[in-house]
Nanobody
Framework: VQLQACGGGLVQAGGSLRLSCAAS????????IGWFRQAPGKEREGVSC????????YYADSVKGRFTISSDNVKNMVYLQMNSLKPEDTAVYHC????????????????????WGEGTQVTVSS
């Protein structure tokens, strides 16, 4: 199983980045895919999630209106478009495959994360 995140980088506040997650080694359509982030000294935060079966999406309040998650079920890819970036968005961003029985679209299902990979660093300068 592999979940490879890429697309991070250094950007100024107000800028944009698009993260990509390439999934392999499992049946993509059987899982929801989520993004969570981890910043030094801070708790892990579930950012967004999407159901591969019906496209149902979830966003944390901290990113709602600025981030957009999407998926390509043919390519087994999930994307996170991040606009209007803020310094507090600085973190390592990981993608995870989530057991869909834990996903309701109203909260990030940490307990349902079955697989995740090494993340990609996003740094937003002020």
């Amino acid at each position: 199983v592999q979940l490879q995140a890429c697309g991070g980088g250094l950007v100024q506040a107000g800028g944009s980045l698009r993260l990509s997650c390439a999934a392999s080694g499992f049946t993509f359509d059987d899982y929801a895919i989520g993004w969570f982030r981890q910043a030094p000294g801070k708790e892990r935060e579930g950012v967004s999630c999407i159901s591969s079966s019906d496209g149902n999406t979830y966003y944390a309040d901290s990113v709602k209106g600025r981030f957009t998650i999407s998926s390509d079920n043919v390519k087994n890819m999930v994307y996170l478009q991040m606009n209007s970036l803020k310094p507090e968005d600085t973190a390592v961003y990981h993608c995870a495959a989530i057991d869909p029985t834990y996903y309701r679209g109203t909260y990030f299902p940490y307990y349902g994360m079955n697989y995740w990979g090494e993340g990609t660093q996003v740094t937003v300068s002020s």
